[in-house]
């Protein structure tokens, strides 16, 4: 196997996180100033994200829209963060732009020693209400933030789901119409 960074080695996107743990000022400076230098077509940087710190209403009003399992666990976070990206039809990779800048982002906070854990299963609609988000604004990802906490302290089903053995395809699964050695 090709040698992996150390960064992306040791990336994981938990489910137990840290519920006292606080997210500093300084650490979440870096994860956005790590999405800000991500490439973008013609440097148009269209993400952008609306940040709900534990305990705040931001914080409650994104949890609230998740699904029903994601909120079993996504509220010990010490962040969510609600990606986003411009709808504008002169920016048409702004998805794929908005997917680097959050990949920028959790290799930050693994360098930090923080945790990303990206969530699709969210309610589009309630969280553009709640959030009061333009319709210019497409939300496409919320991420729950934060450090490593007890898996012990998570109910069983989702337990057995975060000790398990990481797993990935292998690289020649990944591959069209063509091989690698």
């Not at 991420?143 to 337990?159: C, S």
């Amino acid at each position: 196997m090709s040698e992996l960074h150390p960064l992306l080695a040791t990336r994981w996107s938990p489910l137990a996180f840290d519920p006292v743990a606080v997210l500093s000022d300084e650490d979440l400076g870096s994860l956005l100033e790590a999405a800000r230098w991500a490439p973008s077509f013609a440097n148009s940087q269209p993400w952008r994200f609306a940040i709900g710190m534990r305990d705040e209403e931001t914080h409650k009003r994104i949890l609230e829209n998740l699904s029903g399992d994601c909120q079993r666990w996504a509220g010990a976070a010490s962040a969510l963060i609600v990606a986003a990206h411009l709808t504008s039809a002169a920016l048409p990779h702004a998805a794929y732009d908005l997917g680097q800048a959050v990949a920028h982002l959790t290799v930050q906070a693994t360098a930090l020693h923080l945790h990303v854990h990206q969530i699709a299963d969210f309610d589009l609609a309630g969280l553009r209400a709640d959030l009061e988000l333009p319709e210019t604004l497409r939300p496409h990802v919320v991420m729950a933030v934060g450090q490593l906490g007890d898996p012990a302290a998570l109910p069983p089903d989702l337990r057995s789901w975060e000790t398990a053995l990481r797993s990935r395809r292998p690289a020649s699964d990944l591959v069209i119409g063509g091989s690698i050695t």
